[in-house]
């Protein structure tokens, strides 16, 4: 996006920004909403110029001329990039396109197929507040905060015609969000570019603020230090298990834990380490329900990892499968992605983060 914005300048740099493009959409098919995200910004462009200048209609289609031309600069680099490093278009282009096209239109009218948790309640669409919700969990007060107050200061300059590359950033942000929602098919993950512009747009904000009390030089550095060092306390307490943060103005990781699915690995190191202190361990089957990674190995996990069905009942499964524990995480169990049976079994350990357990190990006794 800031090669885009910067290529009014310097022209070449639209084929930095479709080359960029290209790779975003080969590395996830959500990349497609930069896309529209750029085709939306061209079109405000226009809009906020002639309001502007008050160009007519001859001033405006130059403009949309203009825009046409960068935009398709990018299409036409992206899909080269695209090419290029896609061997299977090589074979069958049109094809292979054409499935593309399909997987993201369909991404956009169908959701997951397997329920969400959301304020309390599970649905394959969780709906048009979900993203908004999730950002409030997963920014700190302080990054959010400041992140209105540098949007705020950058809208306003954009209007009074400066910082129109700043103003891409919030235009970038809020666009994506709204694309984001518009599709079926979400997960909290998907809004993970926005973070970084809410990260910058706050260290605008936090100058802008800093500037407007007019501080002396040497208070001016020793309040942002500690502006910075304030926003480290939350990595600090959360080491190395970052991802079990949540914003404490909304009930920290307790208010989280109703609010939407958590978790994501979080509590399987300290699992496999109490599983591997386990007398005899190396001899019993341990049955990870619906792991999303292979976190057995990444932990370097002892025992007989097992797979089983866990739409069927522990008392159903083959007896020579049986596992003698089962490893359940949060978003697993949230999901309903467990064994009807499973609370029958005896709870062995629970790995927790405050007063929320993130992971249980129950063990199997009827074996």
Same mark, same amino acid.
């Given at each position: ?17 479709? /080359? ?6 080969? @590395?996830? $098919?959500?990349? *497609?909403?930069? =896309?529209?995200? &750029? %085709? ?117 300059? /954009? ?6 590359? @700043?103003? $891409?950033?919030? *235009?970038?942000? =809020?666009?994506? &969000? %709204? ?133 069927? =009942? ?54």
């Amino acid at each position: 996006m800031t090669c885009y914005a910067v290529a009014a300048k310097r022209p070449n740099l639209v084929y930095v920004s479709g /080359f960029l493009l290209g790779l975003t959409i080969l @590395s996830k $098919l959500q990349g *497609f909403m930069v =896309a529209g995200v &750029l %085709v939306g910004w061209e079109l405000f462009h226009i809009i906020v110029s002639d309001l502007r200048a008050g160009y007519g209609w001859r001033g405006t289609a130059r403009l949309a001329k203009t825009s046409s031309a960068k935009l398709a600069k990018v299409a036409a680099t992206s899909m080269m990039t695209i090419w290029l490093l896609w061997p299977v278009l090589w074979s069958d282009p049109l094809r292979t396109f054409r499935e593309l096209l399909d997987a993201a239109i369909m991404s956009t009218t169908v959701d997951h197929g397997v329920p969400i948790p959301f304020l309390g309640q599970l649905n394959n669409d969780p709906g048009p507040l979900y993203y908004a919700v999730t950002m409030l969990i997963h920014l700190t007060p302080i990054t959010l905060v400041l992140s209105l107050v540098g949007s705020y200061v950058v809208a306003r300059r /954009f209007w009074h015609r400066s910082w129109e590359h @700043s103003f $891409l950033l919030v *235009f970038f942000g =809020a666009a994506f &969000l %709204v694309l984001a929602t518009m599709v079926a098919h979400k997960a909290d993950r998907y809004i993970m570019p926005v973070y970084p512009v809410t990260d910058i747009l706050g260290g605008i904000g936090a100058v802008a603020l800093l500037r407007h009390l007019r501080l002396p030089n040497l208070l001016f550095s020793v309040v942002l230090v500690g502006l910075m060092l304030a926003h480290s306390v939350p990595v600090i307490f959360t080491h190395p298990d970052y991802v079990v943060y949540a914003n404490p103005l909304l009930g920290g990781t307790a208010g989280q834990s109703w609010i939407m699915h958590y978790g994501y690995g979080a509590g399987y190191r300290e699992a496999f380490e109490y599983l591997n202190s386990r007398e005899g361990i190396d001899e019993k089957k341990i049955w990870l329900v619906y792991p999303v990674f292979d976190f057995a190995t990444f932990y370097s996990a002892r025992g007989k990892i097992v797979s089983l069905d866990s739409r069927s =009942a522990i008392s159903k499964q083959p007896a020579e499968k049986l596992p003698d524990y089962i490893v359940v995480d949060a978003v697993t169990l949230m999901r309903g992605f467990v064994p009807p049976d499973l609370k029958e079994q005896a709870l062995d350990h629970a790995v927790s983060f405050g007063s929320v357990p993130f992971v249980w190990i129950y063990r199997v006794d009827n074996k």
